[in-house]
């Protein structure tokens, strides 16, 4: 009974299944898949054999259309010749720099060379030479008075020699344009102090200062483009000049030698001492 049993039920399954796979592929249940046209290969290997259009004909394009030309490129063809320039709502192109334009920067640059001293153009100024000092250790061989450094103008022409100047010039450059950026631009420095022919901190009897000897320089302040003056006296108390002025003073120490700062004694509560007097021990900042 049971093989008789299953031959009914395959039977039965066999008329269900068989219409379906009869159907054409368009009525069919099951997906079919889709035909890919393909050359013959005899055909594309036989066509460089054969001359004219016919052989070009039988091999499929292998390469994307050209991309359209587009409207701005025409438009620029057709720019007018004898028009120089053009606003900037119909120029396609930048306009051109005006030669008036040119001559001013090229006239800057030449009076930054013609005022530059120590060999540097971020360095405007005068050589000054030889300056003799009142006392036999004082005096500084080759001056030169700094008007501006990096770009940022000093609130008066100071005396100095070259090592010292370069450095201020890095210290600037590197570190108080860069603190100030978003709060300025800082555009001078104030300046308390420059060469002088004097002991430290003017004390009766001590060794003359690295003022005396032209390598130092005090700064009492900040000045930003709008007029804002950031002072060292009331910034270092106060946030946020507190935390810039921090950053700026730790910032001179490696370009000079000695930095001196409110934290230091009474004699800086106003200003930042600057020297380039180098020790074997490195940098002293305090």
């Not at 720099?97 to 006239?107: A, D, G, M, T, Y």
């Not at 001293?117 to 360095?123: F, L, M, N, Y």
């Not at 950053?247 to 200003?271: E, M």
């Amino acid at each position: 009974m049971r093989p008789i049993r299953a031959c009914i039920a395959a039977s039965l399954l066999l008329a269900i299944v068989s219409p379906v796979w009869a159907t054409p592929p368009e009525n069919s249940l099951v997906p079919q898949e889709r035909p890919i046209p393909v050359t013959p290969v005899a055909a594309i290997v036989a066509a460089p054999f054969r001359d004219g259009a016919e052989a070009r004909a039988d091999i499929p394009a292998m390469r994307p259309a050209q991309r359209p030309v587009s409207p701005q490129v025409l438009a620029a063809a057709s720019r007018p010749v004898a028009l120089a320039f053009m606003g900037p709502d119909t120029s396609l192109m930048p306009n051109l720099r005006p030669k008036s334009l040119e001559q001013q920067v090229l006239f800057k640059k030449r009076k930054l060379r013609k005022n530059a001293v120590c060999g540097d153009i971020a360095i405007q100024g005068k050589a000054v030479g030889r300056v003799p000092g009142k006392i036999k250790a004082c005096g500084i061989k080759d001056a030169v008075q700094v008007t501006s450094v990096s770009g940022v103008a000093l609130s008066r022409p100071s005396t100095m020699d070259c090592g010292t100047a370069i450095a201020l010039s890095k210290w600037v450059d590197k570190t108080v344009k860069p603190t100030f950026k978003r709060r300025g631009p800082v555009v001078q420095l104030q300046v308390a102090a420059h060469y002088a022919c004097r002991t430290r901190n003017n004390r009766k009897g001590a060794r003359i200062s690295e003022h005396g000897k032209g390598r130092a320089i005090d700064i009492s302040g900040f000045k930003m483009a709008d007029g804002e003056v950031v002072t060292v006296l009331n910034g270092w108390r106060k946030n946020p000049s507190k935390k810039q002025l921090v950053k700026i003073w730790r910032g001179a120490c490696g370009p000079f030698g000695t930095v001196l700062g409110p934290n230091s004694d009474r004699y800086h509560q106003d200003h930042f001492h600057l020297d380039t007097a180098r020790y074997r021990s490195g940098p002293y900042c305090r």
